[in-house]
């Protein structure tokens, strides 16, 4: 199975739905009628999103949502007996979040928004000088938002990596961003200093 993107605009916001393409092979014989195609999250119980015919092999899904689990079964339909349900299957399509990097001086906050509630988290954010020297590992584990400040070096640029996953179902995502230091300022001193006797 493999996701795709469809895009839906509402003046100025713009949702991005993931297709969830789903394969397999129907159960054989005269006493099969039917197939239920059922979906659940980690917070819902399964509920049927298709009915096809005893013969269908796939099905895609084009109701799910951008970094949020879902767990897919068919179910098959019979004349005599069932219904019957197969093995599950997950499937999520991670998309990378919207990283803000504020810069303070030589400091640099990174800002993470909350991403796919239980389901999809934050692993690592790691921050690369220049030649690929790690500079920094930012150990996360939460689905956000979660915020970190980091002092660098001036007059730097730096590139990054923001690591996602889904939690019990073995997908990631590496997310890169890069972002730059300025030289550091200059501590000028005062001038045209003159002294009046009265």
């Known amino acids: 199975m493999f996701g795709s993107y469809k895009s839906y605009s509402n003046s100025s916001i713009t949702l991005i739905m993931a297709t969830i393409n789903l394969s397999w092979t129907p159960a054989s014989g005269a006493n099969v009628t039917g197939q239920l195609v059922q979906r659940k999250t980690s917070s819902t119980s399964f509920s049927t999103i298709a009915t096809l015919n005893a013969t269908a092999s796939s099905y895609s899904d084009t109701t799910a949502v951008n970094n949020t689990v879902y767990l897919y079964q068919i179910v098959t339909q019979c004349a005599v007996g069932g219904p019957t349900d197969g093995a599950d299957v997950c499937a999520a399509k991670l998309v990378c979040p919207t990283i803000t990097t504020s810069i303070t001086l030589d400091d640099v906050t990174f ?88």
């Open 111 to 198: 800002t993470l928004p909350a991403i796919g509630g239980q389901d999809v988290i934050y692993t690592t954010v790691q921050i690369f000088a220049p030649g690929l020297v790690s500079a920094h590992l930012e150990l996360i584990g939460t689905a956000g938002p979660y915020t970190f400040t980091r002092d660098l070096e001036w007059d730097t640029t730096y590139t990054y990596t923001a690591t996602i996953q889904t939690v019990g179902c073995a997908q990631t995502l590496t997310c890169n961003g890069s972002f730059t230091i300025p030289a550091q300022p200059v501590c000028a001193a005062v001038t045209n200093l003159v002294a009046t006797v009265s």
